[in-house]
């Protein structure tokens, strides 16, 4: 499991922004990352991913309204997730993991970061 520390979720009224962060070590920072979200009663779905070298990779829905994007620092690595124009349907448990085509197959995740979107 990639350790990571997810922070950033909160309370917004649609249209509203956040910013979501995911901190990880230095020695991740080859690694391809990826935010991700699971909303009550649905499977968990890929928002965004980044490789090591900054490309990045959207899901269809998000294109237009999220930006991902990551910074290496001497000692960690950190991923952000800038989700604009929020609505409802943006409701959901965000995590931040590797990212891999074989994602949905992980059995390790972190505790996530609650998104609520409400006026």
């Known amino acids: 499991q990639v350790r990571v520390v997810e922070s950033g979720g909160g309370l917004v009224q649609p249209g509203g922004s956040l910013r979501l962060s995911c901190r990880s070590s230095?020695?991740?920072?080859?690694?391809?990352m990826g935010w991700y979200r699971q909303a009550a009663g649905k499977q968990r779905e890929l928002v965004a991913a980044v490789s090591s070298d900054g490309t990045t990779k959207y899901a269809d829905s998000f294109k237009g309204r999220f930006t991902i994007s990551r910074n290496h620092a001497e000692s960690s690595v950190t991923v952000n997730l800038q989700m604009n124009n929020l609505e409802p349907e943006d409701t959901a448990v965000y995590y931040c993991n590797q990212y891999l085509s074989t994602w949905s197959r992980f059995r390790s995740w972190g505790q996530g970061t609650q998104v609520t979107v409400s006026p």
């Open positions: 230095v020695s991740n920072f080859r690694l391809a």
